[in-house]
């Protein structure tokens, strides 16, 4: 049984089977079988006040528009496992990712274990730990995925990047610095850039 994750080899390749059977308490994510550390061990702090803030308001703001329209919302921990081709058994797949926030509006890819699928909308809140993997590898792991919709947004700047799937490929809409953003998906839903980064 893996209690720590010292016991697991960083540049060993996993499966959800394997990810299913640990038993330590920090976060983790698998991309393509590789580990990434999600959560702060003991050796990196917690996510800052503004991450956390950000987090909040656009819960909030996507829970009030989303509850009456059967679209489910959810934040992290909230398994997302991502499949390729059809992959569909635990020892099959090879990605599992815990979005900070995320959108599935076909319901029929939700189970107990979380959703297996590509969410509609995706929001990564950048933190020093992560913003070099949510523009790199997640950007291109929710592009291959079909996630629709993927908004990265960074505290420290205080600034949104939104990009859209078109033809399987993202295109960066805009990044925003001010004013109200909408989706490019859901565009009657509105949110304030002065409400994320109060």
Not at 38 to 59: E, F, I, T, Y
Not at 74 to 91: G, M, Q, S
Not at 109 to 133: F, M, N, V, Y
Request: net charge negative; glycine share 6%; charged share 25%.
């Amino acid at each position: 049984m893996i209690t720590d994750i010292s016991q697991l080899d960083p540049n060993g390749t996993y499966s959800y089977a394997d990810y299913l059977k640990w038993q330590f308490e920090e976060s983790v994510e698998l991309i393509k079988g590789k580990l990434y550390r999600m959560s702060p061990g003991v050796d990196s702090p917690a996510p800052k006040r503004k991450h956390q803030l950000a987090v909040s308001h656009l819960l909030v703001d996507i829970s009030v528009y989303f509850g009456e329209k059967g679209c489910d919302v959810y934040t992290a921990p909230f398994d997302v496992r991502l499949p390729v081709r059809n992959e569909r058994k635990p020892d099959q797949l090879h990605t599992v990712v815990q979005p900070d926030i995320c959108v599935i509006c076909d319901l029929s890819k939700l189970d107990d274990a979380g959703c297996l699928g590509a969410p509609d909308w995706i929001i990564e809140i950048t933190s020093p730990r992560t913003a070099k993997q949510d523009f790199s590898e997640k950007f291109n792991l929710y592009q291959e995925s079909g996630v629709r919709e993927y908004w990265i947004v960074q505290p420290k700047e205080q600034t949104v990047n939104v990009y859209i799937l078109e033809e399987g490929q993202y295109v960066l809409v805009d990044v925003y610095e001010s004013g109200d953003i909408p989706s490019c998906i859901f565009p009657d839903l509105l949110i304030s850039h002065d409400r994320i980064f109060r």
